[in-house]
């Protein structure tokens, strides 16, 4: 069917929202959207993925796994993913 008149359902992008802390939820600080890739992202080890303090925690929880005061299976599974990925640096 041709018409002048089509009706066209537009669907609005939905908005861009802010990153969250894949963690704990929580909304990422000192990111922007505007700019490049550099402004988008923090840059530390797990930048515009985790808050700073869930970084700082994985970090600890990394250490405490390396040295043996506490084993994988006992830290939350969302954390887990991460220490596994710190101590793979
Ligand atoms: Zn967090």
């Given amino acids: 069917m041709t018409s002048k008149h089509r009706n066209v359902i537009h669907y609005r992008r939905a908005k861009p929202s802010m990153?969250?802390?894949?963690?704990?939820?929580?909304?990422?600080?000192g990111i922007s959207k505007k700019g490049g890739k550099s402004?988008?992202?923090t840059n530390?080890?797990?930048g515009g993925t985790l808050c700073a303090n869930?970084?700082?925690?994985?970090?600890e929880?990394?250490?405490r796994v390396e040295q043996g005061e506490i084993k994988l299976d006992e830290?939350?599974?969302?954390?887990r993913v991460f220490v596994l990925q710190r101590m793979s640096h």
Avoid: M
């Fill in 61 to 63: 929880l990394g250490n």
């Fill in 19 to 29: 990153p969250h802390c894949a963690v704990c939820r929580s909304e990422l600080q």
């Fill in 39 to 41: 402004r988008r992202t």
């Fill in 75 to 79: 830290i939350g599974i969302r954390q």
């Fill in 54 to 59: 869930c970084t700082a925690k994985i970090i």
């Fill in 44 to 46: 530390r080890l797990f």
